[in-house]
Each structure stands twice: as C-alpha cells, then as structure tokens.
C-alpha cells in the first residue's frame, strides 16, 4: 500500500534554502509520477512541481521555475523538492503526491495518493 512521508520542512530566512524530502513505503511500484503541492489558510492545493520516477519529465509552477527543483532517487524510494531563493509567499504546508497515470497533471483531483504535509515558513 502507497504511503507518503514527507520531512524537510520548518523556518527559513527569505533568500534562502532547504529540502524537502517525500519517501514512498511501497516504492516506486504502481504510482508513475510524484508531485508537490502547497496550501495557504483559506486556498485549495496548489500544485508546485512533478516528475517521472524515471525522471524522463519535470513540470513546475511558473512561480517556482529556476528556484525549485524536484528530483527523485529511485533506490531510496525519495522524492525531493529542493526550494531555494525562498521568498515569504512559498510559506505554505507542502504535500507529496503520488499519481498512477503516466501522462503528467497539475490538478491535485490527479494524483491518488498524499502524504500528511509538512510546513514551510519563510520568515525573517
């Protein structure tokens, strides 16, 4: 059964950086892309960045683009968001997602599985 861990997450001064880490217990078996998503008090779910297990295709949020990076490392069974540049509106809790279609979606209705979240704040 797909179970989603993500750690990673806490305070980080604007302009600066930290990872965020996304273990699959089942491994990589029945999900094709994992995603992060992020959520604000009083908004839905939006998406941040996806990408292949086979890392053959990553997809970012126009906001994040050259300051995000997803990335996984198959043998660990991790997924990894690594947020640089940080500024005050990526403060937000952020979720893993796993989807089971191969072709990529941004809709958080897109992916099956989600792990419990881990807040990012960005504050000086």
């Known amino acids: 059964q797909v179970q989603l861990v993500e750690s990673g997450g806490g305070l980080v001064q604007p302009g600066g950086s930290l990872r965020l880490s996304c273990t699959n217990s089942?491994?990589?078996?029945?999900?094709?892309?994992m995603g992060w998503f992020r959520q604000v008090p009083g908004k839905g779910r939006e998406f941040v960045a996806a990408?292949?297990?086979?890392?053959?295709?990553?997809w970012y949020e126009d906001s994040v683009k050259g300051r995000f990076t997803i990335s996984t490392d198959n043998a660990m069974n991790t997924t990894y968001l690594q947020m640089t540049s940080v500024k005050p509106e990526d403060t937000a809790i952020y979720y893993c997602?796993?989807?089971?279609?191969?072709?990529?979606?941004?809709?958080?209705?897109?992916?099956?599985?989600w792990g419990q979240g881990t807040r990012v704040t960005v504050s000086s």
């Open positions: 990408i292949k297990w086979s890392g053959a295709g990553t």
């Open positions: 997602a796993a989807r089971t279609q191969p072709n990529p979606s941004t809709a958080e209705t897109g992916y099956r599985f």
């Open positions: 089942a491994g990589t078996f029945g999900t094709s892309i």
